[in-house]
C-alpha cells in the first residue's frame, strides 16, 4: 500500500514489482497455510475442546464434563500401560534401527557400483504398505503354521519356537521387530546421503597418512554424520510415539493390551466405545507427551545440530 | 461460520475418501436413496441389488445406489457417516447397542408406525426377530438378510475315528477334550485375536449357569441382577477349567479369525471343534467345499446344576438388521426400499444363497438350514452376541475381560467385579 502512495514518476514499475515481491510469497504460501489450518490446526485445537466433553460422536447429546476426562485419564492403566509401549517401541526403534541401518550404508557405500541391485532390495521394505506387510508377518509368526515356527523345529530349536503374537510377553517385540524390519531402509537412505556427501578427497588424504578404513570411519565419517544421527533419532522416536498400523493390523493393541499403544488405544475408545470425548482426551494427552519428549530430545542434542 | 465451512470442506473430503457417493449423489438427474451394507459376497450382493431393481421398476424416478463395504471397514465408515450427519439413507447393523446409540442421538426412523400400517409383512417375522431392534418399544430395524446362532461346529471324521460323540453335557465334554488331547489333536480351534469369537464361550456359559435373566437383568439392572453375581463367577470358572484342560491349541489369544486363523487348523486335521456362528457353514463351504462334506454341529452342552435350558441360544436372528436414517430426504421412499430389501422375493434369494431369513414360514430341502431354523424355533430364548446387545463401551469392555479370562491373566472374580463397576457406572 505505501508503496502505491508514495510511488512518484518512473518509480511506478519498481514499485509495482516490489508489491508483487510482498505478495508472492502470500500467494504461494496460502494453499499450503489454508490445508495446515484445516487439517492440522483446526482438528488439533478442536480435539482438546471435544476432550472436555462427553459425546458419543453422534448428534447433538455432547456433554461438558470439564476436566473429568482427564482425571479418568490420569488413573487409566489402561493408557499409561500404552504409553509406557510407544516408550518400549520409541528405545528399542533407536537401538535397533540406527545401528544396522549404519552398518548397510557404510557397506553399501564402500561396495560401489557393485552394490545397486542391494541397494534396490534393501529398499523395498519400505516400498510395501503396512497393511500388506502386517498381513505378511501375521503369517510368518502364525503358532501352528507359520515359517518363523517351523524353521526353529527344523534346526532343532524347536523348544524356542512360542505363540509370538498371542502371548502377552512376545507380541510387542514380535511387532517391534517388524516395525524396524519396515523402516531400517528409511534411515539406510539418510545415512547412505549423509556419508555421500562426506569429501572424498578427505579419506583420500586420510589413507595417504596411513590411517586405515576403520580410523576413517569411527573419526571422520561418523562425525560428519552427527547431524543426520541426530535427525534419525528424533524422526524415530517421534514416529514411535505416534505409531498405529503395524500394531493395528498385526495385533489390535491384544493380547490383554499387551502390545496396546496410545493412537490404537484412542482408535478402540472413539471407533470402537463410541466414547469421542475421552478419546479426543487420550488424543490430546498424545500430543502433549510426543510434544514434551520431542522437546527435550531436540534441547539436548542441539549441540550436534548441523545443516544436514 | 468458518466453523461451519470447515465442516462440510472435511464432511466432503470425508465423503470423497469413503465412498463418493454422498456428495455426488445430488448431481443425478433421479432422486437418489443411498444403501450400505457389510455384504460382500457375490450372492448377497445380487439379492439386494436385485430387490433395488424391482424398487426402482415399481418407483420411477428413483435410484437406488448400493455400496458394499467389508465388515471392520464398515463398522468406521458408518460411525464416521453419522458423525458428519452424512448417513446413507439405509445402513445395517446387528441391533442392539450401537443401534441404540444412534438412535438415542435422534438418527435413526421409528419404524413402528409403517410396520403398524402393513401388518401383513410384518406379521411374516419371527416376533422373537425384532427383539434386538425394539428400543422404548419402538421397531428400529428389520432383520434381513440371515438367522445366525453359536454352534459347536465339529470334524465327524475324527469324532469317528477316535469314537466320540457329540456331547451334551459339561463332564462329556470334558472327556472328548481329553480323547483330543492325548491324540494330540487340539478339542477347540479358536481365534481369539478378535475377541467376540471367545465371547461366545462366556456368553453360552452364562447362559447355561444362569439362563438367560442373569444376563438379561444385569444389563437392565433390574431384579437385583448383577454382573457380580456368582453366575457370572462360575461362568469364568468353567471357561478357565477348559482352558486348563488344554481345549484350546496354542496361540489361540493371537490367532486372527477375519484371515482363517481357526479354519485352517479344522481342515488340516489340527483341531476337532469350533464355537462359531452358522455363517461358518458356508463360509467353509466356499472355501474347502472338500472339508464342508465332513461337518457337523451340535448345540453348547448343558452344565450341572446349571439353569439354563440347554436350547437356548446366543446368535441373531438377522444378520443384520436394516434401518433408515432420519437425515434421509426420502425417507418413506427409503422405507419401501426396506420392505423390497427384506419381502418374499428377497428372501427366496437368500435361501437360494444358504441363508436364511428369520420369518415363520420358511420351507427349504438344504438339510443344514433345516436344522439351524428347527433349532431356532424351539429356542426357549435367543440372546444376541454380548459385544452387540451391550452399550459399546461395556461391549468393549467386555471382550478385553473375556480375552484375559482366556489368557488367565485375570480371576474370575476379578472380571465379575471389574465390568460390575463399570456397568453400574454407565446404565445406572
Given at each position: 500500500m505505501t508503496d502505491i502512495s508514495t510511488r512518484s514518476a518512473g518509480g511506478g514499475a519498481a514499485g509495482a514489482a516490489l508489491s508483487l515481491k510482498k505478495l508472492a510469497p502470500a500467494v504461494f504460501l496460502a494453499p499450503a497455510v489454508l490445508l495446515l489450518a484445516v487439517y492440522l490446526i483446526y482438528p488439533l485445537i478442536d480435539s482438546f475442546r471435544l476432550s472436555l466433553l462427553d459425546w458419543n460422536g453422534l448428534g447433538a447429546n455432547a456433554r461438558f464434563v470439564g476436566l473429568d476426562n482427564w482425571k479418568k485419564l490420569a488413573t487409566d492403566a489402561l493408557f499409561w500401560e500404552a504409553a509406557w509401549n510407544n516408550i518400549l517401541l520409541a528405545v528399542f526403534s533407536v537401538l535397533i534401527q540406527m545401528p544396522i541401518a549404519l552398518i548397510l550404508a557404510v557397506v553399501l557405500d564402500n561396495a560401489g557400483k557393485g552394490s545397486r541391485i542391494l541397494k534396490?532390495?534393501?529398499?523395498?521394505?519400505?516400498?510395501?504398505?503396512?497393511?500388506?506387510?502386517?498381513?505378511?508377518?501375521?503369517?510368518?509368526?502364525?503358532v501352528n503354521f507359520g515359517p518363523l515356527n517351523a524353521l526353529l523345529d527344523y534346526v532343532g530349536l524347536g523348544s524356542l519356537a512360542q505363540d509370538w503374537l498371542g502371548d502377552t510377553r512376545f507380541a510387542l517385540g514380535a511387532v517391534i521387530a517388524v516395525v524396524c524390519w519396515q523402516f531400517i531402509p528409511f534411515y539406510m537412505v539418510l545415512f547412505m546421503a549423509?556419508?555421500?556427501?562426506?569429501?572424498?578427497?578427505?579419506?583420500?588424504?586420510?589413507?595417504?597418512?596411513?590411517?586405515?578404513?576403520?580410523?576413517i570411519f569411527?573419526?571422520?565419517?561418523?562425525?560428519?554424520?552427527?547431524?543426520?544421527?541426530?535427525?534419525?533419532?528424533?524422526?524415530?522416536?517421534?514416529?514411535?510415539?505416534?505409531?498405529?498400523?503395524?500394531?493395528?493390523v498385526m495385533t489390535g493393541g491384544g493380547p490383554e493390551g499387551a502390545s496396546e499403544l496410545m493412537a490404537t488405544y484412542m482408535y478402540r475408545n472413539v471407533f470402537s466405545s463410541f466414547q469421542l470425548g475421552y478419546g479426543s482426551t487420550v488424543a490430546s494427552a498424545m500430543f502433549i507427551i510426543v510434544i514434551l519428549i520431542a522437546s527435550v530430545l531436540l534441547r539436548f542434542s542441539k549441540r550436534y545440530e548441523t545443516e544436514v | 461460520m468458518s466453523s461451519n465451512f470447515v465442516r462440510k470442506i472435511s464432511a466432503l473430503a470425508c465423503g470423497a475418501a469413503m465412498a463418493a457417493v454422498v456428495p455426488f449423489a445430488a448431481q443425478a438427474a433421479?432422486?437418489?436413496?443411498?444403501?450400505?451394507?457389510?455384504?460382500?459376497?457375490?450372492?448377497?450382493?445380487?439379492?439386494?441389488?436385485?430387490?433395488?431393481?424391482?424398487?426402482?421398476?415399481?418407483?420411477p424416478g428413483y435410484k437406488v445406489e448400493d455400496t458394499h463395504i467389508l465388515n471392520d471397514a464398515y463398522k468406521t465408515k458408518i460411525k464416521i457417516a453419522f458423525g458428519a450427519n452424512e448417513p446413507p439413507c439405509v445402513f445395517s447393523s446387528w441391533g442392539g447397542g450401537p443401534l441404540r446409540e444412534y438412535v438415542k442421538a435422534g438418527q435413526v426412523v421409528d419404524l413402528t408406525p409403517y410396520l403398524d400400517s402393513d401388518p401383513a409383512f410384518k406379521d411374516r417375522f419371527l416376533p422373537a426377530s425384532f427383539g434386538a431392534s425394539t428400543i422404548d418399544g419402538k421397531i428400529y430395524a428389520l432383520p434381513a438378510e440371515n438367522t445366525a446362532i453359536a454352534v459347536v461346529f465339529y470334524n465327524k471324521e475324527l469324532f469317528a475315528k477316535y469314537n466320540v460323540t457329540p456331547p451334551t453335557t459339561w463332564d462329556e465334554l470334558l472327556k472328548v477334550i481329553d480323547v483330543f488331547k492325548e491324540n494330540g489333536i487340539a478339542p477347540f480351534a479358536l481365534a481369539n485375536k478378535n475377541k467376540w469369537t471367545g465371547s461366545m464361550f462366556y456368553g453360552y456359559l452364562v447362559d447355561r449357569i444362569g439362563g438367560?435373566?442373569?444376563?438379561?437383568?444385569a444389563v437392565q439392572r433390574k431384579d437385583g441382577g448383577s454382573f457380580a453375581d456368582p453366575v457370572f463367577v462360575e461362568a469364568g470358572k468353567r471357561l478357565q477349567e477348559l482352558v486348563n484342560a488344554g481345549a484350546f491349541q496354542k496361540g489361540y489369544n493371537g490367532l486372527d479369525y477375519d484371515v482363517g486363523g481357526s479354519r485352517r487348523l479344522l481342515y488340516t486335521d489340527k483341531a476337532a471343534m469350533e464355537l462359531m456362528g452358522t455363517w461358518e457353514a458356508s463360509t467353509i463351504g466356499n472355501e474347502n467345499p472338500e472339508f464342508a462334506k465332513k461337518l457337523g454341529f451340535f448345540q453348547f452342552p448343558s452344565v450341572p446344576d446349571g439353569k439354563g435350558d440347554p436350547n437356548n441360544l446366543l446368535g441373531t436372528l438377522g444378520d443384520n438388521y436394516i434401518s433408515v436414517s432420519n437425515a434421509c430426504p426420502e425417507k418413506d421412499k427409503a422405507v419401501e426400499l426396506l420392505k423390497f430389501l427384506t419381502d418374499d422375493t428377497a428372501a427366496a434369494g437368500r435361501l437360494a444363497d444358504n441363508r436364511i431369513m428369520p420369518l415363520k414360514d420358511v420351507k427349504?430341502?438344504?438339510?443344514?438350514?433345516?436344522?439351524?431354523?428347527?433349532?431356532?424355533?424351539?429356542?426357549?430364548?435367543?440372546?444376541l452376541w454380548w459385544d452387540q446387545e451391550l452399550p459399546p463401551e461395556l461391549g468393549e469392555l467386555h471382550k478385553d475381560t473375556s480375552q484375559a479370562l482366556f489368557g488367565l491373566s485375570k480371576t474370575p472374580e476379578q472380571v465379575a467385579e471389574e465390568f460390575e463397576a463399570a456397568a453400574k457406572a454407565k446404565l445406572q
Open positions: 534396490i532390495l534393501y529398499f523395498l521394505p519400505l516400498l510395501m504398505s503396512s497393511v500388506a506387510l502386517g498381513v505378511l508377518f501375521k503369517y510368518f509368526y502364525d549423509g556419508l555421500a556427501s562426506f569429501p572424498a578427497e578427505i579419506s583420500e588424504a586420510a589413507k595417504l597418512d596411513g590411517a586405515s578404513e576403520t580410523t569411527w573419526k571422520m565419517k561418523l562425525p560428519h554424520l552427527k547431524g543426520t544421527l541426530r535427525t534419525a533419532i528424533v524422526l524415530s522416536v517421534i514416529g514411535a510415539l505416534r505409531y498405529f498400523d503395524l500394531i493395528y | 433421479d432422486k437418489v436413496i443411498t444403501e450400505w451394507d457389510l455384504q460382500t459376497t457375490a450372492g448377497a450382493v445380487k439379492v439386494i441389488r436385485g430387490a433395488a431393481d424391482r424398487f426402482e421398476a415399481a418407483n438367560p435373566e442373569a444376563f438379561a437383568n427349504t430341502d438344504n438339510p443344514f438350514l433345516t436344522e439351524v431354523y428347527s433349532l431356532v424355533a424351539k429356542a426357549p430364548s435367543v440372546q
